[in-house]
Each structure stands twice: as C-alpha cells, then as structure tokens.
C-alpha cells in the first residue's frame, strides 16, 4: 500500500525551539507539499517541492523553511516555534499530472 | 488567484438521506476538480476527480460533474451511511506542471443512525 508518512502524530515544542517535521513518500513522487490545516481556514499551503533540493514558497511561508536532499523525504523547519504555529501539519506527494495528492496522517503541533 | 468556495457545515442527515454539498470555483485555465474526504483523525484521502467539462468523477456512490458554464463542481450521493461521516473538501488543480491545488475551507456532515 502505497504512504505518505509524518514522523509524528503529536508534538508539544516550547517557544523559540527549533521544530523539524519529517515526511517520507515511498511512491517515486515528484513534488511534495506542505499545508497546514486550522479550523475556519481550511489548508494553507506553506512550501512545496516539485524536485530533489528545489522548493518554492506557497501562501504562508514566513516563520517556515524547507529541506528536500532526498526524493523521498521532505522536511519541514520552524526556525523558532511561536504559539500562533500551533496547528495540524499536513504532508502530501503527488506525480505529474491531475492525478491527486496522497496525504499522509498529519502532526498537530501545539507550541506552548 | 484561484479559489474554491463551499459551506462549512455541519451538514447534519438521517441515514439513507441524499446528500449534496455545493462547491463552486474561480480560476484561469483549465483546472482539475477534486473531492478530498477526511475522516477523523485521518489526513485526507481522494475520494473523486474531474479533469475536464462535463466529466463525471464517481467512487464508493459519490459523483460530481464539472460544469464549465457555473463554475460548479457539487458532490452528490443518493443514500447516506452514518460512515460516510466526515469532512469533505472541494479542491482545483491549476493544471500546472507543479499540480498546485487550491482547497475549499471544508464541509462538515453529520449522518445519523
């Protein structure tokens, strides 16, 4: 069965850590996305990444950044955890083409 | 930009009941539509697509028609189940090389016995 995978369903960080969210995909994707999901705004896209180290900023960038050295494997970095980051982190993958994105299961992140 | 446009919900039903929910959408281009389902706790699954005008996505007795001339793309299902319980989010693809999607705020429904 083909996954998206996030490393951790639940994280309680304190302000000003440095947060890494991992995702792995074990179907060859070309692109990967980060969303973050909040009640009343519905997903937001933060990065994504059509390419091994290749990124491009989304609609809520800031206080973010990316890493992708692996196809596999996208990373996303909250430089320095503020609470208004608290949130469900969504990772997602999908091939060339209107084919659909593949999410994984999602980390909620609460920053206190 | 693109954008999506649906109610929030919660859509509540008695089993067996039909089920509509509406999405329209703005876009330039010639966009892929989508139906998302997220259950609880879960991220989101594909439920349906439509690539092009007039085509009908269909899965698990859900089905939606991308109409061009309104804009809609509504998710329709003839006999809800109280498993059909769930979040369901309308979603374009910009038909970009990179499949950017642009997400509807999401659908809440409510199916009870």
């Known amino acids: 069965d083909v996954k998206v995978t996030q490393s951790s369903r639940y994280l309680v960080k304190r302000t000003g850590e440095k947060v890494f969210l991992e995702c792995v995909q074990d179907m060859d994707h070309e692109n990967m996305f980060w969303y973050r999901q909040d009640p009343g705004l519905g997903l937001r896209l933060i990065y994504f990444s059509y390419d091994v180290k290749m990124k491009e900023k989304g609609d809520i960038p800031e206080g973010y950044s990316v890493s992708r050295e692996k196809k596999e494997r996208f990373s996303l970095i909250l430089e320095s955890a503020s609470t208004n980051q608290t949130s469900m982190y969504l990772c997602?993958?999908?091939?060339?083409?209107?084919?659909?994105?593949?999410f994984g299961s999602g980390t909620r992140l609460t920053v206190v | 930009g693109d954008s999506v446009t649906q109610m929030e919900g919660p859509v509540t039903l008695s089993e067996e009941a039909f089920l509509t929910i509406n999405c329209t959408y703005t876009?330039?281009?010639?966009?892929?539509l989508f139906w998302y389902v997220q259950y609880p706790g879960e991220g989101l699954q594909l439920l349906l697509k439509a690539t092009k005008a007039d085509d009908k996505g269909s899965n698990k007795g859900f089905e939606a028609t991308y109409r061009k001339e309104t804009t809609s793309f509504h998710l329709e299902k003839g006999s809800v189940q109280v498993s059909d319980s769930a979040v369901y989010f309308c979603a374009l693809s910009d038909g970009g090389g990179y499949q950017k999607v642009t997400f509807g705020i999401g659908t809440k429904l409510q199916v009870i016995p």
């Open positions: 876009a330039t281009g010639y966009p892929s």
């Open positions: 997602a993958s999908s091939r060339q083409g209107a084919y659909g994105y593949t």
